[in-house]
């Protein structure tokens, strides 16, 4: 269970009602789309609208609360914060997996960067496929 009010906190933002909801939906479903969201917070605050979440959503990722995961040829799906890892996104069903990065599976995107003298501030690793459910 994360602490809602201190990770908002921590990214310099109030800890308000709709952003304590928000962040319960997306941690109970880890990657979800903000449609998604909408549908369940709304179900039990009906005065909520997609524009306020929407809102809320785009400035929680611009202050690094939120991960936005483009998917292709859907709408984004968000998650919360966490250690970095990559993800395996299927491209049939739109599940997004966690793959937690270790030394095999590390990509040494420092060195990628710095011999193309990027200057990386952030970074992002998908991999699109299909899922184990979706081959059979
Ligand atoms: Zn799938
Ligand atoms: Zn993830």
Do not use: W
Request: charged content about 25%; proline content about 1%.
């Amino acid at each position: 269970m994360i602490d809602y009010a201190l990770l908002l906190k921590e990214h310099q933002l109030k800890a308000t009602f709709q952003r304590m909801q928000i962040l319960e939906v997306i941690e109970k479903y880890g990657h979800i789309a903000i449609e998604a969201i909408y549908e369940e917070v709304s179900r039990i605050h009906s005065s909520l609208s997609l524009a306020t979440i929407y809102k809320n959503i785009v400035l929680m990722t611009q202050k690094g609360v939120l991960t936005e995961i483009p998917i292709i040829g859907e709408k984004s799906k968000y998650e919360i914060i966490k250690d970095e890892h990559i993800h395996l996104i299927c491209t049939e069903c739109g599940t997004v997996i966690d793959k937690m990065l270790d030394d095999d599976t590390a990509i040494d995107t420092e060195k990628v960067a710095k011999t193309s003298s990027f200057s990386l501030e952030h970074r992002q690793v998908n991999l699109y496929g299909t899922c184990d459910h979706c081959q059979s």
